[in-house]
């Protein structure tokens, strides 16, 4: 059974203007999401910037959600890294806070071999009891997880259970899925391809526009799942400029800014990323007045 199904946010992490984690914000955002039906919070991923937080930090903001939420959706832990030892430390005190899952990018600048790939992810998945997904990214880890390295470690690691797929590579997915016979929860990792990755067998979506519009972003994947595939396709097709716009630069720069346009003052992000360009924020404005939600 798969950890969730539907819209799982890339949940943004807001900080105060002293640079720390706005923690009091953070519970607000956990609120709006839960309200707007979004089907799982994911915490501390790329848009969570946990590339910038501190250890200390990170883990506890993953405490901090998980007792937000309360078990009323799952929660699922970024906890990867390129170095194995942490991606294990990092899971298994998410598994002690409460998370449902983990989330766990391949291991960036190493460029890991296929086997180094699979005993990296056996060795963290082997150190906890809870369900993990692997984040196939490599424009962001300069590598690629095979169709075949992952459907292998599905069958055999038991609770490597799925995959975030944010490769793009529509092929190769559906290799994946046919490889697997089904037998891998594959997400969606870019909220462009929602309806298409669906209609290969995804089970939903891990989303970055969900953080501005959780309701929409929602009904996307449950009319698809309804058998309402053209107000899924419309969803889809209206969000595609505010989409673009959202990353017009990298993420999560134009989604923070798009949040404080929509007075929920997440703050800015941490460098080395910096506030987004006014000509972009002219474009960002205008997508998200168009779609509805400025």
């Known amino acids: 059974m798969a950890i969730f199904e539907g819209a799982g946010v890339a949940l943004v992490t807001p900080f105060a203007k002293t640079g720390e984690i706005n923690y009091e914000k953070l519970e607000e955002l956990v609120e709006e999401q839960i309200a707007g039906g979004t089907d799982c919070i994911v915490a501390m991923g790329t848009t969570g910037e946990s590339a910038t937080t501190t250890e200390e ?5 993953i405490r901090f959600i998980c007792q937000a939420v309360k078990g009323r959706v799952p929660v699922i832990a970024g906890t990867g890294s390129n170095c ?7 899971s298994v005190e998410a598994q002690e806070a409460g998370a449902d899952g983990v989330l766990l990018v391949s291991p960036y600048y190493n460029k890991a071999t296929q086997k180094g790939l699979k005993a990296h992810f056996t060795a963290v998945a082997e150190a906890i009891k809870i369900p993990a997904i692997l984040y196939n990214i490599p424009s962001r880890t300069g590598v690629n997880i095979a169709p075949e390295t ?8 038991k609770n490597i259970v799925g995959v975030k797929e944010a490769s ?14 089904g037998n891998v ?21 891990i989303s970055v526009l969900s953080n ?21 396709r419309a969803i889809q097709l209206k969000a595609m400029p505010l989409i673009k716009a959202l ?7 134009p989604v923070k800014a798009a949040m404080n346009l929509m007075g929920k003052d997440v703050g800015e992000p941490r460098l080395p990323l910096t ?20």
């Open 275 to 294: 506030v987004m360009e006014p000509a972009h924020q002219e474009i960002l404005k205008k997508a998200m007045k168009d779609f509805g939600i400025l």
């Open 247 to 253: 990353f017009c630069e990298v993420n999560p720069i």
């Open 212 to 232: 501005v519009a959780p309701r929409e972003t929602h009904d996307m994947c449950a009319e698809f799942f309804k058998g309402n595939v053209e107000a899924s």
């Open 168 to 181: 793009g590579d529509f092929g190769a997915i559906a290799t994946l899925l046919n490889l697997s016979d």
């Open 57 to 61: 930090e990170h883990l506890q903001a």
């Open 150 to 157: 992952i459907a292998e470690l599905c069958r055999d690691v």
């Open 185 to 205: 929860d594959v997400y969606s990792g870019n909220d462009d391809q929602v309806v298409p990755m669906l209609a290969l067998g995804a089970k939903g979506v």
């Open 84 to 90: 194995t030892r942490t991606a294990v430390e990092l």
